[in-house]
């Protein structure tokens, strides 16, 4: 409305045009322009890559709390587009991180963000499961994993159930199978005191809690979300 005596050039027409019809089959916004906004940064995105959730900022947020000005090792299980961990290392300047995924195109996404960010210093990213690493001991482990129940994931919107990639999405027969995982390998590659970090689904609280407390973590603290369910659960392991 403050441009209406510019002069639009046909190839700008033809995008958009592109655009909105890409649009109108439920594409997202995010897949269409390749980029969403995360902690105030710009991340490339993809087919390969989940989409970044504000839900997710509130763990960052937390964490970033929790650690302030401290000089930790994180891991990110699932990173996709590298989103939370160089999120986090943005802003814990002394830290130091790895990203696990298993898809060979999210961990070239998260490789890119790392470069525009200027954090490859920082961060490395492995194209591998989480379940073959050894060797090493994490001060945080962060993890936001595939946890829908497999039936609810036809109720899914278009826009998700159509574009986003369905790897980082079932959470198999009961939503748990990949949180169940990620918390066993945590008993083994945590520090004492060290702290795990899941984003979970809505009305899983429960059944995650008992996990988590049936394999040595103690629940510190959970983070609802803007419709305040429980989303986010964050453990210290005893």
């Known amino acids: ?38 902690w105030c940064k710009k991340f490339e995105i993809n087919k390969h890559t989940l989409i970044p959730r504000p839900e997710t900022e509130l763990l960052v947020e937390e964490l970033i709390k929790i650690f302030d000005k401290k000089k930790i090792s994180i891991l990110d299980i699932g990173t996709g587009s590298g989103c939370i961990i160089l999120s986090l290392l943005s802003s814990l300047e002394k830290s130091l991180g790895i ?32 379940e073959g690493l050894f060797n090493k001991k994490f001060d945080l482990i962060v993890s936001n994993p595939p946890y829908i129940d497999k039936k609810d994931m036809k109720n899914l919107s278009e826009d998700i159930k159509k574009y986003e990639p369905r790897i980082a999405l079932d959470g198999g027969n009961d939503g748990l199978d990949l949180i169940k995982k990620v918390i066993y390998k945590s008993n083994e590659i945590l520090k004492i005191n060290g702290l795990l970090a899941l984003e979970i689904g809505n009305e899983q609280i429960k059944k995650v809690s008992k996990i988590l407390i049936d394999n040595n973590f103690r629940v510190k603290k959970i983070i609802k979300d803007y419709k305040l369910n429980v989303r986010c659960v964050i453990a210290s392991y005893r």
């Open 1 to 38: 409305m403050i441009n209406l005596e510019q002069k639009v050039n046909n190839e700008n027409v033809s995008v958009f045009k592109k655009y909105l019809n890409r649009r109108s089959k439920n594409e997202p916004i995010a897949y269409i322009l390749n980029e969403k906004e995360f």
């Open 99 to 130: 990203g696990v995924d298993i898809s060979k195109g999210a961990i070239l996404i998260a490789k890119k963000n790392a470069k525009k960010l200027k954090l490859l210093e920082r961060v490395k990213f492995l194209n591998k499961p989480f």
